[in-house]
């Protein structure tokens, strides 16, 4: 049962008796060092006895209830300790590390922070039992009248009366430390770790202390510790040495942050770090002369380009000039190859067939994709750098020949049976690799013109070394370009699947024929029908035919009509090929010829002597097919007709007969006749452009309706990917369809157009 007259402690008597004898006094003591052995500070049963006088110091009715008293006394008993105990002994350590010297200054620093690290520890440990005895203040008194709790006044007053009063001379002994840490001294981390905890403490709750005591103050000394290492490196370190350096600086920032110092500090550290070591000198070190981002790409330096990627990639636009100096690199070392072509040809016969130089091209971007894959990771930069580059080099032509007949003629040889020496792998990488090039030519439609020529002679003569390569090949265009680019070339492959079935279907007909009519023919004959749309157009001689082989035309003719009424035949004797069986002396030899070769060769079976002009009448032929056609049977490596007088030119008045004399090693002679069409057809390159750019026009003025001639131009431009025209070639197209009354000039304004529907 409660007593109901309890005693009235005084203030005095309560402070004086028990709260400062039994528990401030012994505490402080303690905290001095001046007690023995490891006795228990305040036993359960001592305690107990202290808090409840407390307690009842603060439950007595007023006015004998001394909370506020007591709040108050709480306080001064911590400032008087600090005031006499604890201030006096961090100055005095103060004064040491003052007057220290330069090599002792580690050692003064690291006793000025021990002893603030002792002290602070010793508060702690006052805060928390003074806590423990007034406890009864923090649940009401405290809260009743939003003071401050013993804890934070605690805080509070050691700020005050101790961090404020040394906080100057502690950053700059940390910043001591860290200085001798970054140059390679041993320090212990962590005292450094305690100290920094202090002044985040100090911020009751938030950074703001250890901000504005510490970091500001940090930030200062790293940027002037990194002036000084950035100007002895400069100086006398190369390009590669220096970036290790750089490197290895923000490794140890990073680690020094996370050994004792507050992780929120990390980013401004490496930013101050980035600033002064690379941003203030990335021109210098990129363009350093003998150790420079070109000198490091001449020599493949791949994890010296890895490790300056690295680094500039930290900066704001850092990696903008090091993609600018790639792309310069990429493009001399592509004018190098284009000038070596160039210097080849003032000794050398220009031809559309230059592997070396295509090979060269093909080997640089190879080369330079992987560096930009590999040392760049592939970072959109330097690959717009690489496409740059490539653009440049690519349509840059040297010579008759362009870049695009030239690299279409090195498919040509990886295609066809005897150019290159390939297994299907190395087939596929080179084609893989020839589009990857492909991909900058601004002339697209020259190259698939130029292609489609020359897939066409490979089929129609059997040339082709393998269908799943030329499948692959127009895959790989229609990948890059879409399906409007390749129709015509898979057009063309579908005539050639479609035209096998047909020639099963007549060689049975041929069969029938001969069993009905009991005729035996030597003659074998197979006919193969392209459609028109799908294939280049050729030159047809009406020639005139052997009897054998114009009966087989029109057995065939027959056949057809018949099978496909609604069809026009038209014959294309200078794509044909022959076998001729041709007997000179004892030696038989089999010719393999074109159709036209063929017939020629039959006129001269007798021993006869013709001139030009009767050859010209007998084969119902013009002088510019002839010239080409008897060439290659009397100026080749193989000559089967003598020509007189012997030279290597075809003239009017040359007289030909067949060479009784010839002989060979082989018995299957190939005797190549050159084209009678050209690589390409330019002109009709030029209507085909035409006819797209106007297809532009009218698409984009049907949809804007009014349009500015600037921007038309511009919007044509964006439109057309296979080549880019000239602004004057589009204004004229511009003007045909003004003409045709497709658009009209706006009355309004003067420089537009409007459509009319």
Known sequence: MANPNPRIIRLEEGWNNEIKNRAIDRLENHLNGNTKGSIVLFPPKEYVEIYTTCYDMCTQRSPFNWSRELYDRHGETIQNYLNDTVLPVLQEKIVIWESSSSTQGSRASEMLLTELQARWKNHQIMNEWLQKFFMYLDRYYVKHHSLPTLIQSGLRIFKTQIYDQVKVQVTKAVLSLIDAERENGIIDKGLLKNNVALYEAMGTGSLDAYTADLETQLLESTREYYVRKRQDWIATDSTPAYLIKAEDALNEERTRVSEYLNLSSESKILRVVEEELLEVVEKMLLEKESSGCKVLLAQDKSEDLKRMFRLFGRLDNGLQPMATIVQGFISNMGSDCIDKRATRLETEKDKNDDPEFVKSLLSLHDKYLGVIKNDFAGHSLFQKALRDAFEEIVNRNVGQFSNAELMSTFCDRVLKTGGEKLNETEVDDSLEKVVQLFSYLTDKDLFAEIYRNQLAKRLLNQRSASDDSEKMMIAKLKMQCGTQFTSKMEGMLGDLAVGSDQ????????????????????????????????????????????????????????????????????????????????????????????????????????????????????????????????????????????????????????????????????????????????????????????????????????????????????EVLSQLAFFKPNPRVIKRRIEALIEREYLERNTDQGNAYNYLA
């Open 503 to 714: 020639k099963t279907e007549f060689e049975n007909r041929i069969k029938q024929l001969k069993n009905e009519t009991k005729e035996s023919s030597k003659l074998d004959f197979s006919v193969q029908v392209l459609t028109t749309g799908f294939w280049p157009t050729y030159k047809s001689p009406e020639v005139a035919l052997p009897q054998k082989m114009s009966k087989c035309m029109e057995v065939y003719k027959d056949w057809h009509d018949n099978k496909y009424a609604k069809r026009k035949l038209t014959w294309i004797f200078s794509l044909g090929t022959a076998n001729v069986k041709a007997t000179f002396g004892k030696k038989t030899y089999d010719f393999m010829v074109t159709s036209l070769q063929a017939v020629a060769l039959n006129v001269f079976n007798e021993g006869v002597t013709l001139s030009f002009e009767e050859l010209k009448q007998t084969l119902n032929l013009e002088e510019d097919i002839l010239k080409p056609l008897m060439h290659s049977l009397s100026c080749g490596k193989y000559k089967v007709i003598n020509k007189l007088p012997a030279n290597n030119k075809i003239n009017p008045t040359d007289s030909f007969t067949a060479n009784k004399d010839f002989s060979s090693k082989m018995k299957r002679v190939r005797i190549p006749m050159a084209s009678l069409d050209a690589s390409h057809n330019t002109k009709r390159v030029e209507e085909d452009r035409s006819i797209a750019i106007e297809a532009a026009i009218v698409r984009i003025m049907k949809t804007r309706k009014t349009l500015a001639h600037q921007q038309l131009i511009a």
